[in-house]
């Protein structure tokens, strides 16, 4: 089975903290993603990454960053976190380039900004 | 723009039959996915389609015309543990990354 690990649950910061969120999968997958899932609105992607120190911008990118230095691990970083950025984050990954492929997901990050 | 649509909340009776809609409007097309998230849990991956027609996985099936934007979900038999969020999305071009999302549709069993 494919396993994709979020090193938090939940997570409480303040308003101007540098924050990281860790992402691994264990099934060498090319393909790894960052959203956020807010109520009410569809799963927003944040960045995705389809090799090693490849980094593509998704729909939402602004006040994030990401990292991914290793094929199994993918981080996400907020410069400076806002409340606005109080959100569900989820990491999924995939494999190669099929269209049929599906996207792994890890079980979240609640982040909360104070 | 690029949309897709799913009703927000939707109840059904255990041991009935639901069918959950999914409409989309994207600028190309190469695959609808269907999710299952529960509450608090991760999204898991249910279906698949990309030719028109019926794909059938034990109680759960999943319908496509491309032609029409237009995709259901159908669970049969339904058990108090298909209470859950079911997600639509479409990647609408080729390759394995990007997907377009719809907000999801709350499905809520009753006894």
């Known amino acids: 089975d494919v396993k994709v690990t979020q090193s938090s649950r939940y997570l409480v910061k303040r308003t101007g903290e540098k924050v990281f969120l860790e992402c691994v999968q264990d099934?060498?997958?090319?393909?790894m993603f960052w959203y956020r899932q807010d109520p009410g609105l569809g799963l927003r992607l944040i960045y995705f990454?389809?090799?090693?120190?490849?980094?593509e911008k998704g729909d939402i990118p602004e006040g994030y960053s990401v990292s991914r230095e290793k094929k199994e691990r993918f981080s996400l970083i907020l410069e400076s976190a806002s409340t606005n950025q109080t959100s569900m984050y989820l990491c999924?990954?995939?494999f190669g380039t099929g269209s049929n492929q599906p996207q792994h997901f890890g079980d979240g990050t609640r982040l909360s900004i104070l | 723009g690029q949309n897709i649509d799913q009703p927000t909340e939707m109840t059904a009776t255990e041991g009935a039959i639901v069918q959950i809609n999914c409409t989309y409007q994207t600028s190309g097309f190469n695959g609808l996915f269907w999710y299952q998230q529960h509450a608090g849990e991760a999204p898991t991956f249910l279906s698949y389609?990309?030719l028109d027609g019926l794909e059938e996985k034990g109680r759960f099936s999943s319908f496509l015309s491309r032609s029409k934007g237009y995709s259901y979900l159908l669970l049969k038999e339904l058990q108090m543990k298909d209470s859950a969020s079911y997600l639509c999305a479409v990647r609408d071009r080729g390759g394995n990354y990007q997907l377009i999302w719809g907000a999801g549709t709350k499905l809520i069993i009753k006894p």
């Open positions: 389609n990309v």
């Open positions: 990454s389809y090799d090693v120190k490849m980094k």
């Open positions: 099934m060498d997958h090319e393909n």
């Open positions: 999924a990954s995939s």
